[in-house]
């Protein structure tokens, strides 16, 4: 038994020397002994490793390996792959096993990485493809895999000062740096663990991005799905230093996030965007923009539910703030389609907007540039568009003009775009529009109708023109069509058809019935008649014309408006008239035919003027420029009323020829009869004494046979 006893302790005793020897072998051993091992390994891959540092490890009470300046070239072009400043290691060597590994640290410092794009052909050179394995094989794997399956835990990450230097094909280089990089508690169990990212990132020509980024995250493989809490990312633009670039920032911070990939990628979460000056953002990113208002594109907050289910992305409880500007919706996308745009649907409730604030500053007339080259029609874009939009607008104001209560509802599908309805409220008017546009071939073709209630003339004028001469409301109904390949081509080929109605206008600074008396009484005059114009003289006249009802019928072929019918009611006058009025230059020319109303024996002004007017027209000429309308702007028009006059002369000068010819006629006609009827008594006469003559001859013919037949 003694012997049994001796034998076990010498056992131990060897298994005691025997760890103590393996301990102390480990503990001395240089690991940089391994470098020649660990070089000729990737001499295979074509890869050449320069040690200038140290290698070192430490065994208990966790295996941890650390490196220091390593730098990995390819073999065969010396081409950099990468340049290792610092890098750690640490498993904690226990849980190992119970086949859980739990990491103390992996962490990489002063580290840099190259990538061109043959960096990937060239290390895969020399590796060798691994033998197919079997469905046995994989089979009796997976359910070893799944017998004894591993736990991973990683309590810390860490990365400070690693730089990747990517080269794209067009020899340009971007570099994408982690300045610090920190994540605790790592796990693939699906409970959350915190993380902290501060990159910067420099592209080619571009600004310097930096992003700051801070949060929980979970992470479960097993479930195919990440899960966050709250993460907040911050992005700089345009400054080495983030002290210089503090207000180019774009925050963007998710909350109740749940992304899965099981299958289709599934995602929810809430989004929140803001920027504390949006001008400051786009500066840093190259991108000047001229606005009227230099104070606005200041603070921006965008803020939604995200979800994305099915390739169906849906952006709900929009919540936007841009400056004074808010705006509420959603926006629905599906991305299932493979080409063109995706169908999107929008649904926009929008507060107060001065778009005037965000257009560029007018330039001065006279140093103006010289007109722009059309631009093309974006007829491939319109094609592809597929979607439903419906926008109200509370209030905005567009060049000045205040405009209230705007709804737009369109569609668009196959080249064809729908504006169901675009209706506001303007100059305290009503206006309601529909319309359409079809794509053919390059050229896009629109029409559509305008309903006007009840628009205020002198406001409307007075934006447009700086004409303040004209009161009234006015309804109207307009047609309008164009069509072209450029935007200058839908301009010069634009044509409306309007037919109005005005209840009552008020024109100033002229009384055209003033004018009509005072023309009236200068033909009367010009007729010999005295004291025509006395009672026109005596009265104190309106500085005005009211005109009520106005009818007028017109249409515009590019710049020009033709007036085809005007007709009015000035007090006992009426009005009638046609023209033109040109908008680029602001010129008019309206022609009036002024006349007594049937109801009227005369104006009360013109009692002295002879009533035969009630059958008569006057005519006026209205013309001139709307920036230069004053009293003597309707005068009468003396080229027609000359024309009129000299059209009676030659009638009654007609009318004496035609009575003297018919006169002439009759006289030649008298002087026919009476000739005619001497012609017939001589004729007569003549016959008579043939007769006699005859009977006279026939007499002796009948004595000559006597005689001779009595020989």
């Known amino acids: 038994m003694k012997w049994a006893i001796r034998l076990l302790f010498t056992l131990l005793l060897l298994a005691v020397f025997a760890i103590i020897g393996l301990a102390a072998l480990i503990l001395t051993l240089d690991i940089n002994r391994l470098k020649p091992i660990i070089q000729t390994q990737l001499e295979k891959q074509d890869i050449s490793a320069t040690f200038t540092g140290d290698l070192s490890w430490t065994l208990y009470p966790s295996l941890a390996i650390k490196a220091n300046d390593i730098a990995l070239k390819h073999a065969q072009n010396n081409q950099n792959l990468a340049q290792i400043g610092g890098a750690v290691f640490s498993v904690k060597l226990m849980p190992l096993l119970q086949r859980n590994i739990e990491v103390n640290e992996l962490s990489l410092t002063n580290s840099e990485i190259w990538y061109a794009p043959n960096t990937l052909e060239l290390l895969s050179g020399n590796t060798t493809t691994a033998p197919a394995k079997s469905d046995s094989d994989n089979t009796s794997n997976e359910s070893e895999s799944t017998s004894q399956q591993i736990n991973l835990a990683i309590l810390k990450v860490a990365a400070n000062n690693v730089t990747a230097h990517v080269t794209g094909t067009d020899n340009t280089t971007s570099d994408f740096t982690i300045e610090q990089f920190t994540a605790y508690d790592i796990n693939l169990e699906g409970q959350s663990f915190p993380l902290e990212l501060k990159t910067t990132i420099a592209l080619p020509q571009q600004p310097v991005i930096r992003t700051f980024t801070a949060g929980r995250v979970a992470i479960s493989p097993s479930t195919s799905s990440l899960t966050s809490s709250e993460l907040e990312a911050t992005i700089e633009l345009g400054a080495a230093q983030a002290t210089q670039s503090k207000n180019a920032q774009l925050t963007v911070t998710t909350a109740n996030t749940t992304l899965n990939w099981a299958q289709d990628l599934d995602l929810t979460t809430k989004l929140a965007i803001s920027s504390p000056n949006v001008r400051d953002l786009l500066k840093a990113l190259n991108i000047e923009i001229d606005t009227h208002n230099p104070q606005v594109l200041n603070g921006l907050e965008i803020n939604s539910d995200v ?405």
């Open 307 to 711: 979800s994305l289910k099915q390739q169906q992305l849906a952006l709900d409880n929009i919540k936007l703030s841009l400056d004074k500007t808010r705006a509420t919706g959603n926006i629905k996308v599906n991305l299932a389609q493979s080409t063109g745009l995706p169908p999107t649907a929008v649904n926009l409730a929008i507060g107060e907007i001065n778009v005037d604030d965000y257009l560029p500053t007018p330039v001065d007339v006279e140093t103006a540039p010289i007109e722009s080259a059309p631009t093309p029609l974006p007829i491939e874009l319109i094609n592809q568009l597929t979607t439903k939009a419906s926008v109200s607008i509370e209030s905005a104001t567009v060049k000045k003009i205040a405009i209230t209560k705007i709804a737009t509802e369109i569609e668009a599908h196959d080249g064809n775009i729908n504006i169901k309805k675009l209706n506001a409220k303007l100059f305290d008017g009503e206006i309601n529009t529909n319309a359409v546009a079809r794509t053919n071939n390059n050229s896009l073709a629109i029409s559509g109708e305008t309903k006007v209630k009840q628009l205020d003339l002198q406001k409307t004028l007075i934006h447009f023109a700086d004409f303040k001469n004209i009161e009234g409301n006015a309804n109207s109904t307009v047609q309008f069509s164009t069509s072209g390949t450029t935007d200058k081509q839908l301009t010069d080929n634009l044509s409306a058809d309007t037919e109005a109605t005005i209840p009552k206008l008020i024109f100033s600074p002229f009384n055209l019935e003033k004018q009509y008396c005072e023309a009236l009484a200068w033909i009367e005059e010009k007729q010999g008649k005295t004291n025509a114009d006395q009672n026109i003289t005596a009265k104190q006249w309106q500085a005005y014309t009211q005109l009520e009802p106005v009818k007028l019928a017109a249409n515009l072929r590019g710049t020009e408006v033709n007036v085809s019918t005007l007709s009015a009611d000035i007090e006992k006058i009426q009005a009638a008239a046609k023209g033109t009025l040109n908008f680029a230059t602001g010129a008019f020319s309206f022609p009036i035919d002024l006349s007594l109303a049937n109801f009227s024996s005369a104006p009360d002004s013109c009692s002295n003027i002879d009533k035969k007017w009630r059958e008569l027209s006057l005519p006026l000429i209205c013309k001139g420029k709307l920036d230069s309308i004053d009293a003597k702007t309707c005068l009468p028009d003396t080229k027609r009323i000359n024309k009129i006059i000299e059209a009676k002369v030659n009638a009654k000068v007609n009318e004496a020829k035609e009575k003297a010819k018919a006169e002439l006629d009759e006289k030649l006609e008298k002087e026919k009869a009476k000739l005619k009827e001497q012609a017939d008594d001589k004729i007569k006469d003549a016959l008579e004494d043939l007769k006699k003559d005859k009977k006279a001859k026939e007499l002796e013919d009948k004595l000559k046979q006597l005689l001779g037949n009595g020989k």
